[in-house]
Antibody
Framework: QVLLVESGGGVVQPGRSLGLSCAAS????????MHWVRQAPGKGLEWVAV????????YYADSVKGRFTISRDNFKNTVYLQLDSLRDDDTAVYYC??????????????WGQGILVTVSS | DIQMTQSPSTLSASVGDRVTITCRAS??????LAWYQQKPGKAPNLLIY???TLQSGVPSRFSGSGSGTEFTLTISSLQPDDFATYYC?????????FGQGTKLE
């Protein structure tokens, strides 16, 4: 079964850090760019970051640049998102998503179920 | 950054209706546009990519059109399962952005 499963969410205080994981199964992760997308409670979707299939290229939304880090381990079939210096407005459900396409032209054909990150004191 | 504007924000319709949602980009994105359906508490689901290509497994009552800056998603005959929120998303360049969503009720 082709699946993405996120883990690592929870409640964290402002200014602290949290690490998210996205485990892939049923397909070869190493051939796909992978993205993180988030959705604040009751709000729309916001693209967060992308990592190329081999990890050589990474791009971030301005709202998280310098605070979040995307990485991957293709041997473990896992993508990561390290969230540092968290702020209240980082509270959201975080989705990992598989990018289908090429040359930075990717749409999201497979999504994880999402994981909630709550930033609160 | 490219801004995506969807209209309407909310759409009231009935089973069997034909409905159209519009998405406008702040600059040309060629045909690099996708449409997603999202139900409460669930992840988005891809419906259309490259503006008009139907994703495998998506019912043929869904269709997309447009290029450049103006795009539409049409549902030809609404079914009960179609009441959800719909998002457009450009993937022309980073940062990707989504429209604000259209809730179909």
């Amino acid at each position: 079964q082709v699946l993405l499963v996120e883990s690592g969410g929870g409640v964290v205080q402002p200014g602290r850090s949290l690490g998210l994981s996205c485990a892939a199964s049923g397909f070869t992760l190493s051939t796909y760019a992978m993205h993180w997308v988030r959705q604040a409670p009751g709000k729309g979707l916001e693209w967060v970051a992308v990592i190329s299939y081999d990890g050589s290229n990474k791009y971030y939304a301005d709202s998280v640049k310098g605070r979040f880090t995307i990485s991957r381990d293709n041997f473990k079939n896992t993508v990561y998102l390290q969230l540092d210096s968290l702020r209240d407005d980082d509270t959201a459900v975080y989705y990992c998503a598989r990018g289908w396409g090429s040359n930075s032209l990717y749409y999201f054909d497979l999504w994880g179920q999402g994981i909630l990150v709550t930033v609160s004191s | 950054d490219i801004q995506m504007t969807q209209s309407p924000s909310t759409l009231s319709a009935s089973v069997g209706d034909r409905v159209t949602i519009t998405c406008r980009a702040s600059q040309s994105i060629s045909s690099w546009l996708a449409w997603y359906q999202q139900k409460p508490g669930k992840a988005p689901n891809l419906l259309i990519y490259k503006a008009s290509t139907l994703q495998s497994g998506v019912p043929s009552r869904f269709s997309g059109s447009g290029s450049g800056t103006e795009f539409t998603l049409t549902i030809s005959s609404l079914q009960p399962d179609d009441f959800a929120t719909y998002y457009c998303q450009h993937y022309n360049s980073y940062p990707y952005t989504f429209g604000q969503g259209t809730k179909l009720e």
